[in-house]
């Protein structure tokens, strides 16, 4: 793991490279919330988490849940990354028929917690882990990725007020406030109202930050870490489609698959 703001840059930047292309060669994914979440995940997984493919059998280990499934791109590349599986196999087995790498997470993948086909789950599922580590004594921490579409889902809900009635601090929760889901902007399908207000009445201890600064992603972290008494949840502000310039706030590359030219223009905006 490295603090190393500067590494973690160029770190997220080869992992937008990967994504890119892993999509690309599927000609299937999702780019634009790909994209938006992965300086996030990279701070997780190079910067954070006790998490790696060599002590995935340790109960002490962390977890990660990605809840809003269609972004796993942004979680393969970090798992290929710390050794989960080779990375090759990012380019040859996502979304193929009995590939290893499915469209939405699932068990099958080396390093996947759960089956993270349907949007709403993964915060329940996350605080089922954090619970279960509290009652077996086991020091990791659980991590949640939600989308800021995502959260219009009752269960989110549930699961929120479950995790703050247990308070469980053991558990932080990011959500990718990128203001786009499938068609529209966040708001005009659904208004969530003040984010910050609805999580702090839920019981958790709430930050906001840009979710592209990795200053501020770490400091959340351990501001997340010294929180005691309730679960914490971070605000990540960040732009869909994050790196690429003709992709980035255009709701189409929600799930858009690139062109020849596209791709060629991507890697060069990224190079």
Sequence with gaps: MSRDVTALEAKAKELRRDIVKMIYAAQSG????????????????H??????????????RDRFVLS???????????????????????FDSYRRINGLLQGHPCMKTPGGE??????????????????????????????????????????IW?????????G?????AFVDVNGLQNDAPTKEVKDMGDLAAKWKAFGWNVQEINGHDFNEILDALDQARATKGKPSVILAHTVKGKGVPFMENVVVWHGKTPSKEDYEKAMEALA
């Excluded at 999702?30 to 701070?43: N, P, Q, V, W």
């Excluded at 809003?68 to 196999?89: I, S």
């Design 30 to 45: 999702h780019l634009g919330g790909s994209l938006s979440e992965i300086d996030i995940l990279t701070a997780l997984f």
């Design 47 to 60: 910067g954070e988490m006790n998490y790696s493919g060599k002590n995935m059998d340790d109960p002490n």
């Design 158 to 166: 549930e699961s929120a007020a479950t995790s703050a009635g247990f």
């Design 114 to 155: 759960i089956a993270g086909g349907s949007l709403g789950i993964g915060l329940s599922v996350a605080a089922g882990m954090a619970l279960g580590n509290r009652y077996q004594g086991y020091k990791g921490r659980v991590y949640c990725m939600m989308g800021d579409g995502e959260i219009n889902e009752g269960q």
């Design 168 to 172: 469980l601090d053991n558990l932080c």
């Design 68 to 90: 809003k499934g269609h972004t796993a791109p942004a979680l393969y590349v970090n798992l290929a990354d710390v050794g989960c599986f080779p990375k090759e196999r990012l």
